[in-house]
């Protein structure tokens, strides 16, 4: 058969974004593999280590300062999918440059950096501080902006939903990433999600990753009451696959933007209907807390 181009891809091969050259196009989305740090501590009976064809672990999304998450219950399994709340629970970003960056290049572990703030002009300062402790590391490759925060400077609203916050957010980071990738994370709860794709895109973000999670809820029966205490958390999964292809096909469509494709991949049939479509990487979620060797087989079974 005469495939095309995209089916040739090598998953695994170095490839250009932006000002930088990536390992490969394999990547765990943020929030689901945690800081990336364990991977060498476990061994399947296939693979040595759940790094192997990854082009980048995305760390888990770090604040200003350390969060320590939402009350329990905050993760609600269902048959297709996941619904958390969990609250950007993390060590904070002065323990992350101190403790987890350093560690992630001594254990050679491929990454991208998430970056949750609550004012445009924190992702730039962040980002400055990042590029001043991380510019000689090798295996940092750059950043992600999780921008499903509330916009504290806007009085509340999130982030993500306004094309001109997303722009804000981008251009304030972007002069201090020179030579790594700035990545702008998508959520995909608005009707139309090209004019935030373009606003990043405009403000000089090298790619988009589509999508973050989407609002969800589920209610306990026994009590009537919804089963998060606060009520919506971020559905993912499996079931979100459709709802991220059609976002991700939206923006390939109507903007010029290389995009990184999450959401629902579970395997390597998921990943390439990603890939037809025209994205650059894909990250791989839910699966990957399920099993962490999840993108790392999809990488296998990809390229064979
Ligand atoms: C438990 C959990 C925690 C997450 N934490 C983050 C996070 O800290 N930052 C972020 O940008 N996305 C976070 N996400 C969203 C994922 O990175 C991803 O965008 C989403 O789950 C869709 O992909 P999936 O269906 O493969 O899981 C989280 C998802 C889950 C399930």
Redesign the pocket.
């Known amino acids: 058969m005469n495939r095309p181009g995209w089916w040739r891809l090598d998953p695994c091969a170095p490839f250009a974004l932006g000002p930088r050259t990536l390992p490969g196009r394999i990547w765990t989305?943020?929030?689901?593999f945690g800081y990336g740090l364990h991977g060498h501590d476990i061994a399947a009976p296939d693979l040595a280590t759940p790094y192997e064809g990854i082009g980048a672990v995305?760390t888990?999304?770090v604040t200003p300062q350390p969060r320590p998450g939402n009350p329990m219950p905050r993760?609600v399994e269902l048959p297709f999918?996941?619904i958390?709340s969990?609250g950007?629970e993390n060590v904070g970003f002065a323990a992350f440059l101190r403790d987890v960056l350093p560690e992630l290049e001594a254990r050679g572990v491929p990454n991208v950096v998430?970056l949750?703030a609550t004012r445009p002009a924190e992702f730039g300062t962040m980002a400055a501080r990042l590029y001043e402790v991380g510019r000689g590391l090798r295996h940092w490759h750059g950043v992600?902006l999780?921008l499903?925060c509330p916009n504290v400077a806007e009085g509340g609203h999130d982030f993500g939903s306004d094309p001109a916050t997303v722009a804000a957010c981008v251009a304030a980071a972007r002069p201090h990433l020179p030579d790594r990738i700035l990545v702008a994370?998508l959520t995909p709860n608005v009707a139309q999600i090209a004019p935030l794709a373009a606003a990043a895109a405009q403000a000089g973000c090298d790619a988009v990753?589509a999508?973050?999670?989407v609002v969800g809820l589920d209610v306990d029966t026994a009590s009537g009451r919804p089963v998060l205490p606060r009520r919506f958390g971020?559905y993912?999964?499996?079931a979100?696959?459709p709802i991220?292809l059609a976002k991700v096909d939206e923006i390939v469509r109507e903007v010029g933007v290389p995009v990184v494709g999450?959401?629902?991949?579970v395997d390597a049939r998921d990943a390439l209907k990603f890939f037809a479509l025209g994205c650059v990487a894909v990250?791989?979620?839910?699966?990957q807390?399920r099993d962490p060797f999840a993108a790392a087989r999809l990488a296998a079974e990809l390229r064979r």
């Open positions: 989305a943020s929030g689901c995305v888990k999304t993760l999918g996941a958390n969990i950007l998430s949750a992600e999780n499903s994370k990753a999508i973050n999670t971020g993912s999964g499996l979100i696959q991220a999450v959401g629902g991949i990250q791989v979620g839910t699966a807390m």
